[in-house]
C-alpha cells in the first residue's frame, strides 16, 4: 500500500471519529508534527502526532498505536486542568509550542481550542516570551554540564555519564532553536539546527554541535550491524513492564527508517539519531544488562570513553559558552539585554 499524506490524514481523522464517539471527556484534538508540513517523511516513515485534551485526568499521558510499517500514531494525551492558564503556557516551550504552528484541529467541544490557543499565541513570539523559553534550555544545559563538572573527578565512563551528555546538547539545540521557532524533533536534529544557525549568522554552532559527538572517521561504522544490535536493545527493553510507549518495537522502524535514509549523505544526523535513541534505551535497561557490551563498543566509536571525559567536558563548556553568547546577542539585537 503506498502511504501518502492524505492517507495519513484520513487515518488520523477516522481514529479521532471513533474516539470522540459519544465520548464526553474530551475536550479537543488536534494535530501536531511533521504531517502539518509538505515533506512529513524521512525516508519511507513518520508518525501521525496528535494532541487529546481530556476534561478529566487521561488513562496514560502517552500512546503509540502500530498501523503498519511506515507510520503510528503517536498520541499525548493531557488533562484540561493543566491549561487553565494558558497565559503562563507561553513560557512553556513544549506545551506552548503545541500551538504555534496553527496545528489541524480535528474536534473541538464547546470551541475550547479556540480560547485556549487565543491566551497562549497572544505575544507568543514576543522577544520577551522567546527569551524565555530558550533560557528554559540553557539552564537545563548549564546546570547538568556543572553537575557533570563537580562529578568529574570520581566520574566513571557510564550510561548516565553519555545520557547527561547528549542530553545535554539536545537542551543546547533547543536554546538556539527557540530563538526562532520550537523545539527540534530529535530525528531531524541537525539539518535543522543548520538552517537556523545560518539564519542567525552563526554557522559554526551547527559544526560544533557535530564535532562534540561525531565519530573521527564514518569508513569504520559497520552501520547494518549497529542497526541490528538497536534493534535488539528495543526488544529486550519491550518485555519490560516499564517499556514507555515510544520505545515499543511498533517505533523501530521510525527511528532506524530515518537513519538509514540519512546514512549516505548524512551519516551525522545518522549517527545522532542511533546515539540518542541508544543511549535513552540503555538509561532504561539494567546497567548490567549484557546489551551494555554493544553499546559501550558503539560509545568507543564516538570517542567516549573514561579517558576521554575531562576533554568533553572542557568541549562542552565552551560550545554552551557559544550559545549564551549567541543568546546574548540576540537579546541586545531584541533590546531586552
Known sequence: MRVTRNLLLETARNHVKSQTLNNPDIACVFLVGSLLSDEPFIGETTDIDLVFIHNTEPAAPREVIPMGDEFNLDILHFPRRIFSQPKDLREDPWLGCLFCEKPFMLYDSYHFYDFLRAGVYSNFFSPTYTYARSQYFYTRARERWMDMHQAEQKEEFSVNFVFD????????????????????????????????????????????????????????????????????????????????????????????????????????????????????????????????????????QLNFSRNSITLKLQQLDTYLDAVDETCGEWGKVSGLL
Not at 527508517?257 to 545518522?270: F, I, L, N, T, W
Not at 540518542?276 to 558503539?298: G, I
Open 165 to 300: 551528555y547528549l542530553q545535554t546538547l539536545y537542551d543546547a539545540g533547543n536554546t538556539i532553536a527557540c530563538l526562532t521557532g520550537k523545539p527540534i524533533s530529535e530525528r531531524r536534529f541537525l539539518s535543522t539546527l543548520e538552517a537556523i544557525t545560518a539564519y542567525l549568522g552563526r554557522p559554526g554552532l551547527a559544526s560544533g554541535m557535530r564535532d562534540l559527538f561525531a565519530p573521527p572517521d564514518y569508513d569504520i561504522i559497520d552501520w547494518q550491524n549497529l542497526y541490528q544490535q538497536l534493534t535488539n536493545a528495543f526488544s529486550i527493553l519491550s518485555e519490560k513492564s516499564y517499556c514507555p510507549p515510544q520505545y515499543t518495537p511498533a517505533r523501530v522502524n521510525y527511528y532506524l527508517g530515518a537513519a538509514s535514509h540519512y546514512q549516505v549523505e548524512r551519516p551525522d544526523e545518522s549517527m545522532w539519531i542511533l546515539a540518542w535513541v541508544w543511549t535513552n534505551l540503555m538509561q532504561l535497561l539494567p546497567k548490567r544488562s549484557p546489551e551494555a557490551k554493544d553499546w559501550n563498543s558503539f560509545c568507543e
